[in-house]
């Protein structure tokens, strides 16, 4: 049997890029800035495997989701879905396709129509992929779904707003699996829950996850919530990718200084062991996607900067251990993560 790391990807992105254009000022006197919201983004994902990408807000983690699923044409680069180009297909071909990627939103109420019951909305997908299908036999899949996810199928007549927070994103993530995807994208599906509530839904998504085989991609700025459900990390900034690691190195050992500071940024709970962790080292806010830095687009707030950073864009080249970095001075700086007893990022 072979390794998971010699397996054939299911989706491959090849220096993708999603540019849009943004006018400014009056109709006589108009200028028209292109804000890079994603800017050769390239990386593999494998069945049942899941990738998590994290960065700040503005990064473009959303706009990269939104260009995998086909839902915005990208600039420049490839989606690659069981060695099928996506972002060469007409609408109709690529409708067809998305029975096979679905997504996860952020805010779990604002996604699903007031209008509709819990059982129309997670029928939705199919009445549109399969109108053929008999009423009993969507109803009966509909209440599987509910039970898979966690929901009592006597609840299929209710609306969105006599449910909870967290059983608002079960029942998006029932019409997510409804059509028996292969990936799921999950746009920061947890952020707008409580702390419980997160640890519940990250728990469900492991388990469908191995129950159906499916591969993920896993959105979020808070590194302590990927950690607990990414095989791999994807760090982005300013549309960049920064690192790509297996998650036990990126929090034992980051590759790049902005990854470096995400985890020494990661709250703890202990005020105690808070006050002992290192500083971040970052400095100033993060420029305009509008006004891109020259070179290492990182380099404006990066602590272990040299000159060759403002002018030169680092590749992101892979390590000796497998991992990807976009740092010039990656193989010189060591960038492990001293964390307090009993305390820190893990």
Not at 87 to 101: D, I, Y
Not at 121 to 142: D, G, S
Not at 172 to 181: E, S
Not at 195 to 204: D, G, K, M, P, W
Request: charged fraction near 25%; glycine fraction near 6%.
């Amino acid at each position: 049997m072979k390794r998971r790391t010699e397996e054939r990807p299911v989706l491959r992105v090849q220096d993708l890029s999603v540019h849009f254009e943004v006018h400014e000022g009056s109709l006589l006197r108009s200028r028209t800035h292109v804000l890079k919201a994603v800017n050769g983004v390239s990386f593999d994902l494998r069945a049942g495997e899941t990738l998590g990408v994290v960065g700040e807000s503005g990064c473009g983690k959303s706009t990269l989701a939104r260009a995998v699923l086909g839902l915005i044409r990208p600039h420049r680069g490839r989606v690659m879905w069981l060695g099928e180009n996506l972002s060469e297909l007409e609408e109709e071909a690529l409708r067809k396709r998305r029975k096979e990627l679905q997504i996860v939103f952020q805010d779990p109420l604002a996604s699903l129509n007031p209008r509709m019951t819990v059982g129309d909305i997670i029928a939705e997908p199919l009445w549109t992929f399969f109108p053929k299908f008999a009423k009993v036999q969507v109803e009966e899949r509909v209440r599987g779904m509910m039970k898979m996810v966690g929901l009592l199928p006597n609840q299929i007549n209710r609306y969105p707003h006599e449910f909870s927070g967290g059983q608002c994103q079960r029942i998006g993530i029932a019409r997510a699996l409804v059509l028996n995807p292969k990936l799921i994208i999950c746009d920061e599906p947890v952020s707008a829950l409580d702390v419980s509530i997160q640890a519940q839904i990250i728990n469900l998504l492991k388990d469908l996850q191995k129950k159906l085989n499916l591969s993920l991609i896993f959105i979020a700025h808070d590194l302590s919530v990927v950690k607990h459900i990414s095989d791999r990390v994807m760090v982005m900034y300013l549309g960049r990718t920064m690192e790509i690691s297996t998650r036990e190195a990126l929090y034992r050992k980051p590759l790049h200084p902005y990854t470096s500071a995400l985890v020494k940024a990661v709250p703890i709970p202990d005020p105690k062991m808070a006050r002992l962790r290192p500083d971040t080292g970052l400095t100033g806010d993060m420029p305009s996607p509008l006004s891109l830095p020259p070179g290492c687009v990182f380099h404006t707030r990066c602590p272990y900067k040299v000159k060759r950073c403002q002018f030169d864009v680092p590749a992101l080249r892979r390590m000796e251990n497998g991992d990807w970095a976009a740092c010039h001075r990656t193989e010189e700086l060591d960038l492990t993560i001293s964390k307090p007893e009993n305390g820190g990022a893990d």
